[in-house]
C-alpha cells in the first residue's frame, strides 16, 4: 500500500464546493459539527483516503470490517454545495500529517473546490457557558469575510493549529486556496454539542444554507447533565471542610 491512497468512488457535479473539515479533534467539535451536516442533508461517499499513518486497524459494523481511513461526502444543501470531509483518525505522525493534507487538497482541487473552513474546537480549560467562535483565515479577504461573525485574538490559540486543520491553512495557501479554520471555545475535556453547533451556525451564515439543531441539542442535554455533575464535584472539592474551618481565626 502507498503512504496515501485516494479511492473515488463516484463524481457528482457539484457547483462551487466548499470544503469543510471535521476531524477529531479538542472536545470533538469540528467531527460533532461535520457529521451533523451528514445526518441533515442528502449526501453522497464520493471518496475514500487510506494511509499507512492512520492507527493500524479496521472497524467493524455487523461483522464487516473496513479500512480505517477519512471519508469525502458530496453534500448538496439546496443553497450550497458542500465537500465534507470527516473520519474517526488523524495520522500518527508528523510527516502523515502532511501528506494526507497534501492528498486532501488534491481531491479538494479534483472537485472544483474554491475555498475551505476548517472545523475545530480551542480549549478553555474550564466549563463554557457562552460559546464564542474564534478564527484564523490565510487570505486577507476572508478574514474581512469573517469579522463580523467571530474573533479574531492576538496569539490564539496558544501554540498554533495542529494536525490537518493547521496544515490546511497553510498548505492551502500555498496553492492559492483561501482557508479559514472556526474553532468554537470549549473545556477541552468533554464531547461538546453546544460549541459544534457555535461553530455550525458561524458557517452557515458564511456560506449561506439552513439546516436544523434538533439532534445536535439532544446530544447537548445528554452532555449538560454530565457537566452538572463535573460541576458539582468541583464545588464540593472548593467548600471548606469541618477540619478547615477549626483553623480560621
Do not use: W
Request: hydrophobic share 40%; glycine share 10%; charged share 30%.
Amino acid at each position: 500500500m502507498d503512504e496515501v491512497h485516494t479511492e473515488v468512488l463516484a463524481e457528482p457535479a457539484l457547483e462551487d464546493p466548499v470544503l469543510i473539515e471535521g476531524l477529531p479533534g479538542v472536545g470533538h467539535v469540528g467531527k460533532l459539527a461535520a457529521e451533523h451536516l451528514l445526518e441533515e442533508f442528502d449526501t453522497t461517499l464520493v471518496a475514500r483516503l487510506y494511509s499507512r499513518h492512520f492507527p493500524p486497524q479496521v472497524t467493524v459494523e455487523d461483522g464487516r470490517s473496513q479500512l480505517v481511513g477519512v471519508e469525502f461526502h458530496a453534500v448538496e444543501t439546496g443553497d450550497a454545495d458542500l465537500l465534507v470531509l470527516t473520519g474517526d483518525h488523524q495520522a500518527q505522525s508528523n510527516e502523515g500529517h502532511y501528506l494526507i493534507t497534501d492528498a486532501v487538497l488534491d481531491v479538494a482541487e479534483e472537485f472544483g473546490v474554491d475555498r475551505a473552513y476548517a472545523l475545530g474546537g480551542v480549549p478553555t480549560g474550564e466549563l463554557v457557558d457562552e460559546y464564542g467562535v474564534i478564527a484564523a483565515a490565510s487570505d486577507d479577504a476572508l478574514i474581512e469575510t469573517l469579522d463580523p461573525h467571530v474573533e479574531f485574538r492576538e496569539d490564539e490559540p496558544a501554540g498554533g493549529i495542529v494536525g490537518v486543520s493547521g496544515l490546511l491553512l497553510g498548505l492551502g495557501e500555498r496553492r492559492d486556496l483561501p482557508v479559514a479554520c472556526l474553532m468554537g471555545e470549549t473545556s477541552g475535556y468533554l464531547v461538546d454539542p453546544k460549541s459544534a453547533r457555535a461553530v455550525l451556525e458561524v458557517l452557515q451564515d458564511i456560506v449561506g444554507f439552513d439546516v436544523g439543531y434538533d439532534s445536535l441539542e439532544e446530544r447537548a442535554e445528554e452532555m449538560e447533565e454530565v457537566a452538572k455533575k463535573i460541576r458539582e464535584m468541583e464545588q464540593a472539592q472548593q467548600a471548606p471542610s469541618d477540619e478547615d474551618l477549626r483553623y480560621i481565626g
